[in-house]
């Protein structure tokens, strides 16, 4: 079994200030963990992914996420906020079982960025 | 462009009128699969295919079928609509471990 809880259903920063959106998850297998973007009327983009190598992972938009173990944690940061970093973001815990490909998406967090 | 295409975008339909999503992927990509997004619940995986001809169950698939006939092709359909159907579809292709979402269908059910 495999559950991933998205501790903030909103976060509100200041343009220029760093961000965090918290993510814990529970998994029974080695898991895999995303984090994906979804701005306003659009589909989803994967902005980094964690796939057992290294535990700091780097994605796209400065936005990076590390793996620990320990905590069972794989929370999203980034040193400075932009506008366009306004959107939900979702994070999401995967294990292949049988050849089928099984993800669980945590409910949301909504990033607001004030000017 | 690699893209995942849905149609149609919106619909608004009634109760019971059979309906068919499509989604379509130039990607040569296996593995599709469809979910639903409602709020405060994240995405819900409804239907998968593993390849052409090869359907599975996901979390919610009550009252949707699929089929995948050609690799690029996976359509949604709703044999009898209903109001908790109501909701924003998207359609993704899978490649290792990166899916690859469609621009959304949000569908509302009278």
């Known amino acids: 079994a495999q559950s991933v809880t998205q501790l903030d259903s909103h976060v509100s920063v200041s343009e220029g200030t760093p961000v965090l959106l918290r993510c814990n998850y529970s998994?029974?297998?080695?898991?895999?963990l995303f984090w994906y973007v979804q701005h306003p009327n659009k589909g989803l983009q994967l902005l980094l992914k964690y796939t057992s190598a290294a535990t700091l992972v780097k994605g796209i938009n400065g936005f990076e996420a590390e793996f620990k173990k320990s905590e069972t944690s794989f929370h999203l940061t980034k040193p400075s906020a932009h506008m366009s970093d306004a959107a939900e973001y979702f994070c999401?815990?995967?294990?292949?079982?049988?050849?089928?490909?099984?993800?669980?998406f945590g409910r949301g967090t909504s990033l607001i960025v004030h000017p | 462009e690699a893209q995942v295409t849905q149609n149609p975008r919106y619909l608004i339909t009634v109760t019971g009128k059979k309906l068919t999503v499509t989604c379509s992927q130039n990607m040569n990509h296996e593995y599709m699969s469809w979910y639903r997004q409602d709020p405060g619940l994240g995405l819900r995986q409804i239907y998968y295919s593993m390849n052409v001809e090869v359907t599975d169950k996901g979390d919610v698939p009550e009252g949707y079928k699929v089929s995948r006939k050609e690799k690029r092709n996976f359509p949604l359909i709703l044999e009898s609509p209903s109001p908790n159907q109501t909701s924003l579809y998207f359609c993704a292709s899978r490649l290792k471990y990166e899916q690859f979402f469609g621009p959304g269908t949000r569908l509302t059910v009278l």
């Open positions: 998994s029974s297998y080695s898991p895999s």
């Open positions: 999401v815990v995967s294990r292949v079982s049988g050849g089928s490909y099984i993800p669980t």
